[in-house]
């Protein structure tokens, strides 16, 4: 069984004093790649640092979050095209980036500008999206449209929204969904409705880690190796062997990030 944790933030502090364990753990619950959105240009250091000790199982992406943005949001966000730029083969990916209301809408104007300045990023370099939307879905489906849905694939992280929303997303020709932790939670509604409208070939799997570790390991810190509940959780749901949900996942993350 291969696993890729398509969002997983292992270069944090959360990280920094036992990562390599980390690292040893998800390789023998069988996840083989790790892949590392971005939080803004500060965020960069530490990103390479993990990234150098593990070539072969960390991969980065670059963008800013939409809550990590700051006063000098604009001054960042040049700062991060231009490393793009300068190392395109360094990054597998665009993100984190996306919209989010849930805490304020205060920043609405500048989350959007600098939303759809990375959606052109994105689609200028033919590279995935890793979106970050929360009480903002239809806002974010919008904005993709907006420039260009045909010429622009990635992936909607951490999805705990509503069917509606779902299928908006869906009908993004593009696009995947990818789930996490959130799944084996008692009060989820995912279970309800996922299988039946979510087909198993738009989906990927991730921690979102240090967050949202799975049961039965709910309110410690997250991690790659955590994987394995979430796919137990899926096959379930989808009523499937757990092998055959392992497969399809690993084969969708390895199109969505065109990985090797």
């Known amino acids: 069984m291969k696993i890729i944790d398509t969002h997983t933030h292992l270069y944090g502090k959360d990280f920094a004093a036992d990562l390599p364990d980390v690292v040893r753990r998800a390789k023998e619950a069988g996840v083989v790649a790790a892949l590392l959105p971005n939080l803004n240009a500060a965020s960069l250091p530490d990103l390479h640092a993990a990234t150098a000790l593990a070539p072969d199982f960390f991969y980065s992406m670059i963008g800013m979050h939409p809550t990590e943005m700051g006063e000098e949001w604009q001054k960042d966000l040049e700062l991060l095209h231009l490393e793009l730029l300068a190392h395109p083969a360094r990054y597998i990916a665009i993100g984190e980036i996306g919209l989010d209301y849930y805490w304020s809408m205060d ?7 600098a939303f759809r300045t990375q959606l052109t990023w994105a689609r200028d370099s033919r590279l995935p999206v890793s979106i970050h939307s929360r009480s903002a879905t239809m ?5 993709i449209e907006e420039i260009g849905a045909d010429a622009i694939r990635g992936v909607f992280h951490s999805f705990t929204d509503s069917p509606e929303e779902l299928m908006a997303i869906l009908r993004l020709p593009h696009f995947m969904v990818g789930v996490n932790g959130v799944l084996t939670f008692k009060n989820s509604i ?14 990927v799997i991730e921690t979102d880690a240090p967050y949202l570790s799975p049961v039965p390991n709910r309110g410690k810190r997250n991690e790659p190796a955590n994987l394995l509940y979430v796919i137990d959780e899926l096959a379930k749901c989808y009523r499937l062997p757990r092998e055959k949900v392992a497969q399809q996942v690993f084969a969708n993350s390895v199109e969505m990030f065109a990985l090797k």
């Open 107 to 113: 920043e609405k104007e500048a989350m959007n500008s």
């Open 139 to 143: 806002d974010a489906v919008t904005a």
């Open 190 to 203: 995912l279970r309800d409705f996922l299988p039946d409208l979510l087909p198993l070939d738009r989906l």
